[in-house]
């Protein structure tokens, strides 16, 4: 029973990996091409602009995160195991809040424009807008960063899940609470092995690392 559990849960992950390898490589080709044939430039022209300016609003949003890093340095320094995780667990946290809420934003005003011919080539172009700016900021990181990582999967598993529930059974206000929650506890149940594996050293550097920049 086990092993059969094992190779359906190997079988889905397979088929997920397929799914997420074809949507980064070709969601925002094909995805920009059909809308420019039925002449939804408007769309193509919004979600390059947003998706270019991301970076720079992220860089002024996440600027809160220096706050948590003087805290994590100084009870490093004290030795303070506790603090530190909790601090850093309250800066992993309120990174990838942002990005959830980026990708949110942009599905909800993608989908909110979608209709007819343009719902699924829109879908993918949000896909693509959303996960764009997050996969060239995780460029400037260090290619073991774990907690990047992280954060860019999170933001592909609720994108999918997110236009999954709209194919199916409609978007509302309570799916989009249920949702944020779901991936608030994945969040947590990611970040507390991230602070154990990559240790306080790893969160020294990235503290020291801001602030030289």
Same mark, same amino acid.
């Given at each position: &029973?086990?092993? @059969?559990?094992?190779?359906?849960?190997?079988? %889905?992950?397979?088929?997920?990996?397929?799914?997420?390898?074809?949507?980064?490589?070709?969601?925002?080709?094909?995805?920009?091409?059909?809308?420019?044939?039925?002449?939804?430039?408007?769309?193509? *022209?919004?979600? *390059? +602009?947003?998706?270019? @300016?991301?970076?720079?609003? !992220?860089?002024?949003?996440?600027?809160?995160?220096?706050?948590?890093?003087?805290?994590?340095?100084?009870?490093?320094?004290?030795?303070?195991? *506790? =603090?530190?995780? %909790?601090?850093?667990?309250?800066? +992993?946290?309120?990174?990838?809040?942002? *990005?959830?809420?980026? %990708? @949110?934003?942009?599905? %909800? !005003?993608?989908?909110?424009?979608?209709?007819?011919?343009?719902?699924?080539?829109?879908?993918?172009?949000? !896909?693509?807008?959303?996960?764009?700016?997050?996969? !060239? @900021?995780?460029?400037?990181?260090?290619?073991?960063?774990?907690?990047?990582?992280?954060?860019?999967?999170?933001?592909?598993?609720?994108?999918?899940?997110? &236009?999954?529930?709209?194919?199916?059974?409609?978007?509302?206000?309570?799916?989009?609470?249920?949702?944020?929650?779901?991936?608030?506890? +994945?969040?947590?149940?990611?970040?507390?092995?991230? &602070?154990?594996?990559?240790?306080?050293? =790893?969160?020294?550097?990235?503290?020291?690392?801001?602030?030289?920049?």
């Amino acid at each position: &029973m086990n092993k @059969m559990l094992a190779l359906a849960g190997g079988a %889905v992950w397979g088929v997920l990996l397929v799914v997420i390898t074809f949507l980064n490589y070709f969601s925002g080709i094909i995805s920009g091409i059909w809308l420019a044939i039925i002449g939804n430039w408007g769309n193509i *022209i919004f979600g *390059i +602009l947003i998706s270019v @300016m991301m970076p720079f609003v !992220y860089s002024i949003v996440a600027l809160p995160t220096m706050l948590f890093m003087l805290p994590i340095k100084y009870f490093i320094e004290k030795n303070n195991r *506790i =603090a530190t995780s %909790v601090f850093a667990l309250a800066n +992993l946290l309120y990174s990838n809040a942002i *990005i959830i809420v980026w %990708v @949110m934003a942009v599905f %909800v !005003y993608f989908t909110d424009k979608a209709s007819g011919s343009s719902s699924i080539p829109l879908l993918l172009w949000g !896909y693509s807008v959303a996960l764009a700016p997050l996969a !060239y @900021m995780a460029k400037e990181e260090p290619a073991n960063s774990t907690g990047t990582a992280m954060g860019i999967f999170l933001a592909i598993i609720s994108y999918l899940s997110l &236009m999954i529930m709209w194919l199916t059974t409609g978007i509302n206000f309570a799916v989009l609470i249920i949702l944020a929650v779901i991936v608030a506890t +994945l969040n947590l149940l990611i970040a507390i092995p991230i &602070m154990r594996r990559e240790g306080r050293e =790893a969160i020294l550097n990235k503290s020291s690392k801001v602030y030289e920049d």
